[in-house]
C-alpha cells in the first residue's frame, strides 16, 4: 500500500463509506464503491447527526471518549471542506445541548454522570431546571436538573451524505448501488470482492464499512464480530412557533432540532437481529420520551417514522484498521457513526494511502478481538 492513484474498493456506502472514498478520490485515488441499497442509506439517514462524545461518555469508555472528542475537533473543518468542494450546507449547528432530569431518580443519575463527566476534565456545567428554562424555553417547565454541554453539536447527517456523494462523484469515484457483495477475497497484493450476482472486482484494497452487515461478508473468518442494535426514530416538522434551538436529551429520548425545519426524536436501542419494523412500542416510548422534556413537539406534524440498525462490535467501539491481508475494517461505529466521520475518513484513507496506521487508530483494531478469542480459549 502506497501510491495515491491505487485502486480502493469500499464495501458500504453509508456516511463512513461514503466520507472514506471521498477522501482517496480527492487525493488521485481511483475509488469504487458499493452498496446492497442506495448510497446513504441504512442508519445514516435514520440518525439525528449529534456530534455529543460528553454527552454520550459512558463510564467505562475514556479510550473512546478520546476519539469521540478529537473527531468533534476536526468536524467544522471536516464540514467546510465538504462544502467548499461540493458547495451543499451540510448544517453544522453549534448552539450546544442539553442533558435533563424529569424527576428525583433521573436527578440522581445525571448527578452520577456529571460527576464522572468533572472528573474526566470534561467542559459542563449543573444547572438547575430553571436555569435551563430560562435558557431554552422549550425545555418542560418543572424539570429536576440540567446538564449544560456547550461542546456537544449537531450537524445534518442527510444533508452530509448527499455532499459526500457529490464529492465522491466530482472525483471521479464510482458508486455501484444495489449491488450487494457476498464475499471478500483477501490478498496483499490483489484482494477482490465478489458481488451477489457473481462478478469478481480486483482492487489494491479492500475496505469494509457495511455496518452492522459488516459480519455477514464471507472471506473474513469472523474477524468483524459485529451486530446490529436496532434504532427507531420520528421525524416531526417544526412550526413558526416551536422554536427550540438545542439538542436535548432526556432520560428515554433526545430531541434534536434541524435547519431544514425537522425535528428528529429518537431512539429505541433493541437487539432483535434485522427486523426495522417501526413498531407501535418504538413510537410510544420515542413520543413519550420526547413529550417528557419538550412538550410543544405534541403539536408538531409527523414527517415519518424510520428503523435502522447501528453496527456494535463486541465492546460496543469501532473496529478500524487491517482485518486480512489487503482487508481493512472501517465500521463498528455503534452510536458514534457520524460523530466518527471525519476521524475515520481521514485516518483509514491515510492508511490506505501509506500503509502507515495512526495512534488514533491503533487501539480500535480488529486484531483486539483475536486476542480475547485466545484468551477465553485457554481459560
Ligand atoms: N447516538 C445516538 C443514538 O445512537 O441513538
Known amino acids: 500500500m502506497s501510491h495515491n492513484n491505487q485502486r480502493t474498493l469500499i464495501v458500504g456506502a453509508g456516511i463512513i463509506g461514503l466520507s472514506i472514498g471521498w477522501e482517496l478520490a480527492r487525493s488521485g485515488g481511483r475509488v469504487d464503491l458499493f452498496d446492497a441499497g442506495e448510497a446513504g442509506g441504512g442508519a445514516s439517514q435514520v440518525a439525528a447527526g449529534m456530534l455529543a462524545p460528553d454527552a454520550e461518555l ?8 478520546a476519539l469521540n472528542a478529537e473527531s468533534r475537533r476536526r468536524w467544522p473543518s471536516f464540514a467546510a471542506d465538504l462544502e467548499a468542494d461540493t458547495g451543499t450546507d451540510v448544517g453544522l449547528r453549534t448552539e450546544g445541548t442539553f442533558i435533563v432530569a424529569d424527576d428525583r431518580d433521573a436527578a440522581e443519575a445525571l448527578r452520577r454522570r456529571y460527576r464522572f ?14 436555569e435551563a428554562r430560562a435558557r431554552e ?3 418542560a417547565p418543572g424539570l429536576s436538573a440540567a446538564i449544560w454541554s456547550p461542546r456537544d453539536h449537531q450537524v445534518d447527517n ?3 451524505v448527499e455532499a459526500l ?5 466530482k472525483h471521479q ?3 455501484h448501488e444495489n449491488t450487494p457483495i457476498k464475499a471478500v477475497e483477501p490478498d496483499a497484493r490483489r484482494p477482490a470482492v465478489v458481488t451477489a450476482a457473481g462478478e469478481r472486482v480486483e482492487g489494491d484494497t479492500v475496505v469494509v464499512a457495511a455496518g452492522a452487515w459488516s459480519r455477514s461478508i464471507d472471506g473474513l473468518d469472523g474477524a468483524l464480530p459485529i451486530r446490529p442494535v436496532k434504532g427507531e426514530a420520528m421525524v416531526l416538522s417544526t412550526t413558526p412557533t416551536f422554536d427550540l434551538r438545542h439538542v436535548v436529551r432526556g432520560p428515554e429520548a433526545y430531541v434534536v432540532p434541524k435547519n431544514d425545519g425537522r425535528v428528529v426524536v ?13 413498531t407501535a412500542g418504538g413510537l410510544y416510548e420515542n413520543l413519550e420520551g420526547g413529550w417528557e422534556v419538550v412538550p410543544g413537539l405534541l403539536d408538531l406534524a409527523v414527517d415519518c417514522t424510520c428503523a435502522s ?3 456494535a462490535s463486541r465492546d460496543n467501539a469501532p473496529v478500524l484498521g487491517p482485518a486480512a491481508p489487503g482487508v481493512v475494517a472501517a465500521t463498528g461505529h455503534y452510536r458514534h457513526g457520524v460523530l466518527l466521520t471525519p476521524v475515520t475518513a481521514q485516518e483509514i484513507a491515510r492508511y490506505v494511502q501509506t500503509g502507515t496506521l495512526s495512534d488514533w487508530v491503533e487501539p480500535f483494531q480488529p486484531a483486539r478481538f483475536d486476542t480475547v478469542s485466545s484468551d477465553i480459549a485457554r481459560a
Request: glycine content about 12%.
Open 117 to 130: 463527566q468533572q472528573d474526566q476534565g470534561l467542559d459542563v456545567e449543573w444547572w438547575s431546571g430553571d
Open 158 to 160: 442527510r444533508a452530509v
Open 266 to 278: 429518537g431512539a429505541t436501542a433493541e437487539e432483535k437481529g434485522f427486523n426495522d419494523d417501526v
Open 137 to 139: 424555553s422549550f425545555l
Open 58 to 65: 459512558e463510564f467505562e469508555e475514556t479510550e473512546l471518549h
Open 173 to 175: 469515484g464510482r458508486l
Open 165 to 169: 456523494q457529490a464529492g465522491v462523484r
Open 309 to 311: 440498525f447501528r453496527p
